[in-house]
């Protein structure tokens, strides 16, 4: 129940972040969910249009922020006008494929196609994947779960939560998210289970393409949950089970991508019809696969490839585009660590590379030389790159030196534009593309010309501010502090961006992830835990309260995390919780500030609890604290913040950056400074006190 409640947790977030990476994330950016929950809206900050003294200031403020707000409302549909863009090419390469041109012909147009966030080869591939899409049933109607029997191999997947979640995944339906929600098969399956999806008779092999993942499939069918689940089968049952039912291409691909045993793949492959036809739900934006051998080369499959061969289904072998050799190279690892132990390296990476150089296969690459030692860059083109130095292993170096490499000859020889369709396709493209990159530079303007009258410096000035600073040498926190505390944030979080609290190679963390909250007890009773595996264990604190909280007290030698702000994200009921079970609300971040700052972030409720309990909020840290943020939250919303009421009485000295942000409620909010005034006649501003030119919120 807990791991479904994540999951619904997961489709809810989703709904929001379309929002959030609609505006804010360009097309050619790989987007997923983040692992921490989302920040509150700027929506505020950006939509009020706040009243000043100065009529023709007012109007000109007002004008930028309603011009902003439609390049805003633009930006929302930027996706779908680049893929509109997209469109007119891969139609025009789709009519030329129909008409009986081939890969290599249409290859020749590639150099006159100027990158667009999709490469000429992406587009032609998605071309390829449209018309071969047309043999199959694709849906993206997630009403469809309703229908099918046997979703119990799925985790969770019972018959009370299924109608939660198709209702949470139909809210995404028809938005191009660029993100998943991967679940996984149902430890606990019967063999019921998984011949009621053999029921599933008119759409057993129907493909629904939505957010939801299985294993890492993608797209899902009863087929693709069967071949999925046919491991738990034993073979004699399987054999009997899959003569029932038809299957294509897509079902082995599942199949061989989940690495269905070699037995269970030969029975599967003699039930199903046209094996040489491309598996479409293989294909990605770096792989692309002709056929189900090509995807055995990728898996390093020896024995499927000899299979397949036996069926007339053979790798690539296109010289100047790509080979079986090409693709069964670049998919061989290429970290160092993977290395380590050469003798306890799979056999079939030899094993591959050597069956298709012994079927006369050769590579694309060029040798090079690195440090005065000869090697060789395997580069087909268009594709991914791997380096032979990168590969440690003596019997697989030596055999790719023994690789045939094929002769530039063969490379495709590009065209000049012409009056055919493709070139024609390629010069609307451009214009297309013209138009709109002119429309966001557009909108670039109007955002800096509205920053600019806000007052506030452009984000990319801001950061090039505290990187100068930061070089000069000298006490950085400080400096910045003393231009504005918010800076010292932003240095912080700039210098650990690529730090993450959710450390993947952590056992620890792994527990966490999983909810083995027991298993995660036990390892924080006994073993000190990192500033990463304390800052993930913030997070399950906050999503998980009750359960998470022993290991939080269990801690030896406790480090202090990296930051508390996670915990603006806790419900009020929960910040009881930690209240009645003793938490310790003093723990302080690795920079010695408190919880007062998620609180004010989180509610009025959380800072009087923090208050009830005699504690006094950290002011005089280097950064920005919490009366800072509720001055910049009030003219973000236009409204003084109803927890300011409940700090100002622990304020010792009105610091200039109180000033600064009061300042900015004078100008644009005249009738909140009053209030604040009242609150404390100390914010009162001087004649020519300059507002505050940086702000807390993400630029």
């Known amino acids: 129940m807990k791991k479904f409640i994540l999951a619904l947790a997961i489709v809810a977030v989703a709904g929001l972040l379309y929002f959030y990476y609609s505006e804010h994330v360009s097309p050619d950016k790989n987007t997923s969910l983040n692992s921490t929950s989302p920040a509150k809206s700027d929506k505020g900050s950006d939509t009020v249009i706040p009243t000043t003294g ?23 549909d930027f996706n779908s006008q680049v893929r509109n863009i997209h469109q007119i090419l891969v139609q025009a390469l789709e009519q030329e494929l129909r008409h009986g041109k081939t890969v290599r012909e249409l290859l020749s147009y590639s150099d006159q196609y100027k990158t667009f966030y999709h490469s000429y080869e992406d587009l032609l591939l998605q071309a390829q994947t449209n018309i071969e899409s047309e043999k199959y049933q694709f849906t993206t109607s997630p009403g469809i779960l309703n229908h099918w029997r046997g979703l119990s191999v799925i985790d969770n997947f019972s018959a009370e939560n299924l109608p939660i979640i198709v209702q949470g995944l139909q809210g995404l339906e028809g938005k191009a998210l660029g993100l998943s929600m991967n679940f996984a098969l149902n430890s606990e399956m019967t063999k019921t289970d998984i011949f009621a999806l053999l029921e599933n008779d008119e759409t057993f092999n129907t493909y629904l393409q939505s957010p939801l993942a299985v294993n890492g499939s993608l797209v899902l069918s009863p087929s693709i949950l069967f071949v999925l689940s046919g491991q738990k089968l034993s073979l004699e049952e399987f054999e009997q089970a899959v003569s029932l039912k038809n299957f294509n291409v897509n079902d082995v691909a599942a199949a061989i991508r989940n690495d269905l045993p070699y037995d269970y793949l030969a029975l599967l492959i003699e039930q199903t019809t046209a094996l040489e036809d491309m598996p479409v739900i293989a294909q990605s934006r770096h792989d692309a696969y002709a056929n189900l051998a090509d995807l055995a080369a990728a898996r390093h ?17 296109e010289l100047g585009i790509i080979t079986g050799l090409d693709i069964a190279i670049i998919n061989l690892p290429d970290e160092p660590d993977a290395y380590t132990d050469a003798e306890r390296l799979p056999d079939r990476y030899l094993a591959t590379i050597n069956y298709l150089m012994d079927k006369g296969y050769k590579a694309h690459g060029f040798d090079y030389e690195i440090n005065n030692e000869p090697t060789i860059i395997f580069e087909a083109p268009n594709r991914q790159t791997f380096q032979l130095f990168h590969q440690l292993a003596p019997d697989i170096k030596k055999a790719l030196r023994q690789a045939d490499l094929v002769e530039t000859s063969y490379y495709i020889q590009q065209v000049p534009a012409d009056n055919s369709k493709v070139s024609k396709a390629i010069d609307a493209v451009e214009q297309k593309k013209a138009a709109l990159n002119a429309q966001s530079a557009s909108c670039a303007s109007i955002e800096k010309a509205l920053l600019a009258e806000k007052g506030f410096m452009d984000h990319r000035e801001v950061y090039a501010l505290i990187k100068r ?151 005089d840290n280097l950064g920005a604290d919490a009366v800072d943020l509720l001055l910049e939250d009030s003219y973000k919303n236009g409204q003084l913040h109803e927890s300011l009421s409940l700090l100002i009485p622990a304020i010792k000295n009105v610091e200039p950056n109180h000033y600064a942000r009061a300042a900015r409620l004078k100008k644009f909010f005249p009738g909140e400074y009053e209030k604040l005034v009242q609150l404390d006649d100390r914010f009162e501003v001087a004649r020519g006190t300059k507002m505050n030119e940086f702000r807390w919120r993400r630029y």
């Open 469 to 619: 600073i930061a070089k000069e040498g000298g006490n950085t926190a400080e400096r910045l502090h003393d231009i504005d505390p918010v800076l010292v944030n932003l240095w912080r979080k700039t210098s650990l961006q690529g730090y993450t609290g959710q450390n993947g190679q952590s056992d620890f963390v792994a527990m966490l992830k999983a909810q083995q909250f027991q298993k995660a007890l036990d390892y924080s009773s006994s073993t000190p835990l990192t500033e990463a595996e304390t800052d993930s264990l913030i997070f399950a604190l906050v999503q998980h309260t009750e359960q998470a909280l022993p290991i939080w007290q269990a801690r030896v030698n406790p480090l202090p995390p990296s930051d508390l702000l996670m915990f603006q994200h806790l419900s009020v009921i929960n910040w009881q919780k930690l209240k009645n079970e003793g938490f310790d609300f003093g723990v302080k971040d690795k920079f010695g500030n408190d919880l007062f700052t998620a609180a004010a972030l989180s509610s009025p409720e959380a800072v009087e609890l923090l208050l009830n309990i005699d504690l006094s909020p950290v002011l």
């Open 54 to 76: 100065k009529k023709s200031a007012s109007q000109k403020l007002k004008e930028l922020t309603t011009a902003n707000a439609q390049c805003k409302e633009s930006r929302l």
């Open 301 to 317: 499959n020896v024995k499927l490839l000899q299979l397949l061969a036996t069926y007339g289904v053979h790798p690539s072998n």
